[in-house]
């Protein structure tokens, strides 16, 4: 099993930056690949970005591009959620996800974060 606790997120104004954090800990070993997600009120949950195991971003949702950047710090098995010139349409509880199954924007993603809420103000 893997666990994956989330972190950071909050308010901010348009034009603004946050970071969500992904914590992962249990069978760490296993993940084949890790994304994020974001659902935003009566929306259907919507794939942002997703990495490999080895940290490469290998997918991401055109209208974050330029502005979302995915970090990691494999001493503490962390994935970050850079997100700057924020927008309202970014409004939205975010979740990160785990696979140890695949990875890319199709993969099925068995573990998930509690999810975060990033709300973006104009």
């Known amino acids: 099993q893997v666990q994956l606790v989330q972190s950071g997120g909050g308010s901010v104004q348009v034009g603004g930056s946050l970071r969500v954090s992904c914590a992962a800990s249990g069978r760490t070993w296993s993940i084949e690949g890790m994304a994020w997600f974001r659902q935003a009120p009566g929306k259907e949950r919507e794939f942002v970005v997703a990495?490999?195991?080895?940290?490469?971003?290998?997918d991401f949702l055109d209208s974050v591009k330029g502005r979302f950047t995915v970090s990691r710090d494999s001493a503490k098995n962390t994935v970050y959620l850079e997100m700057n010139t924020l927008k309202p349409d970014d409004t939205a509880v975010y979740y990160c996800?785990?696979?140890?199954?695949?990875?890319?924007?199709?993969?099925?993603?068995?573990?998930w974060g509690q999810g975060t809420q990033v709300t973006v103000s104009s």
């Open positions: 996800a785990a696979s140890d199954m695949g990875w890319g924007k199709s993969a099925n993603y068995n573990y």
């Open positions: 990495v490999r195991s080895g940290g490469s971003v290998i």
